[in-house]
């Protein structure tokens, strides 16, 4: 099994490119399954995730090829599948996404209930919910969503909560649906927004993408086209937190600031020094001083930043509160810095994190996508060597990450034992 091995103590100085975002890449995937034309993604993340949905399509009779890096580029066969197994859907929870597209397109779907990391109950009741608001007979079987429909028809649908793959797939489904389908208390998150580009590129007709209300007008049939991928919101916030941890001058390009503000915000609260443009940003450490957050749903302080940003705090001078409200089991990686000497208690869905500590090395073990750079983030500030394991977490999300970081001077590298 593959282990990162990193040596800590060297400071980060040079400038580090972000790539697509993996969020927004793979539902634009799924997409691709409402068209038998080419579709052509551009500034696709190399991760593990985009390669299992990339199977995945073949899978349902998709042809997938990658001419290039970066670049896939789709084309339906015309016998489109209905079965998208637990073999595949199991390792990744952004595999339900095709249910909505393949009902849309065939009529039918069989995706198995998905997995993914194990960060707390993601249920998937909403998603159905809205497949039977837009005309769907649905039924659970032996670990299956069997669904069916003649076509579907346009609705009404209210989200309790606002849920971001909900609203993606509700809106890939009603883009071949018949009429109009309003979705009220949408996620605004901007991957939404981006899938939204990506199917109107196709011909689809929606509005208001990036507000609490979106509007989708079904259309007999989409077309090809070619999209660029949005740049990763969270591989920017990674970095931008190991610059004002241990960053001598560490610039991040190919990024929109905006969809990071809160984020660079707080940040800039606890002592880092950030200077902002629109598509980049350059960070250096200063004195670190603790700053209380709580994740929310975009445009709030994200939840795939908060075990990142709980190592930050351990490196301030003083107490922070970190509340998790998005998901209940997400403090995983807590363990794992108690074993580098971090100074953190937990009560129910609240950290407190008492700093500075020194971090020292320490076998660790990743348990989730984004416990794994917080891990990252630990070895790089502690004195020794760090050896992560489970780099499988890793790389689901985090392209070229000991090629990026080697390059602004970190000592990082891979092996296996």
Excluded: W
């Amino acid at each position: 099994m593959e282990k990162l091995r990193i040596e800590g103590g060297r400071t980060l100085s040079g400038t580090v490119a972000i790539g697509g975002a993996k969020n927004a890449a793979l539902p634009e995937l799924a997409a691709t399954l409402l068209t038998d034309a080419e579709v052509c993604l551009r500034n696709v993340p190399a991760v593990r995730d985009v390669d299992t949905t990339c199977r995945l399509l073949d899978q349902l009779g998709v042809s997938v090829s990658r001419p290039a890096p970066g670049t896939v580029i789709t084309r339906g066969l015309g016998k489109t599948g209905s079965e998208a197994a637990y073999d595949l859907v199991k390792t990744m929870r952004a595999s339900f996404l095709v249910l909505g597209p393949l009902l849309a397109r065939t009529g039918r779907a069989r995706v198995s209930l998905p997995g993914g990391c194990a960060i707390g109950a993601r249920p998937v009741d909403r998603h159905l919910a809205a497949m039977e608001a837009l005309g769907a007979e649905l039924h659970l079987e032996e670990g299956y969503v069997e669904a069916r429909c003649d076509r579907l028809r346009g609705a009404e649908i209210a989200f309790d909560v606002p849920t971001v793959g909900g609203t993606e797939n509700c809106m890939m489904a009603a883009t071949l649906a018949e009429g109009t389908t309003t979705l009220r208390n949408a996620a605004r998150e901007p991957e939404i927004v981006d899938l939204a580009v990506l199917l109107t590129t196709l011909g689809a007709k929606i509005q208001g993408a990036g507000t609490h209300t979106i509007t989708i007008e079904g259309v007999d049939e989409l077309g090809g086209g070619t999209h660029d991928v949005m740049p990763d919101r969270i591989e920017a916030g990674t970095y931008l937190v190991a610059g004002a941890a241990i960053g001598e001058r560490l610039e991040l390009t190919n990024i929109v600031t905006e969809h990071l503000q809160t984020v660079v915000d707080r940040v800039a609260a606890s002592g880092a020094t950030i200077e902002a443009a629109p598509d980049r940003l350059v960070v250096t450490r200063g004195e670190l001083r603790p700053v209380d957050v709580r994740t929310q749903p975009y445009p709030g302080f994200p939840t795939d930043m908060q075990a990142q940003f709980m190592l930050l705090m351990t490196q301030a001078s003083g107490s922070a509160v970190i509340r998790e409200t998005v998901f209940e089991n997400r403090f995983m990686h807590v363990p794992e810095l108690h074993r580098m000497g971090a100074d953190i208690t937990i009560d129910g869905r609240n950290a407190l994190v008492r700093g500075p500590t020194p971090l020292s090395a320490a076998r660790v073990m990743a348990t989730d996508l984004r416990a794994s750079a917080s891990l990252v983030l630990a070895g790089l500030v502690a004195e020794g060597e760090t050896v992560i394991d489970r780099l499988y977490h890793l790389d689901r999300g985090y392209e070229n990450l000991e090629a990026k970081l080697s390059a602004v001077g970190a000592h990082v590298e891979r092996f296996r034992d």
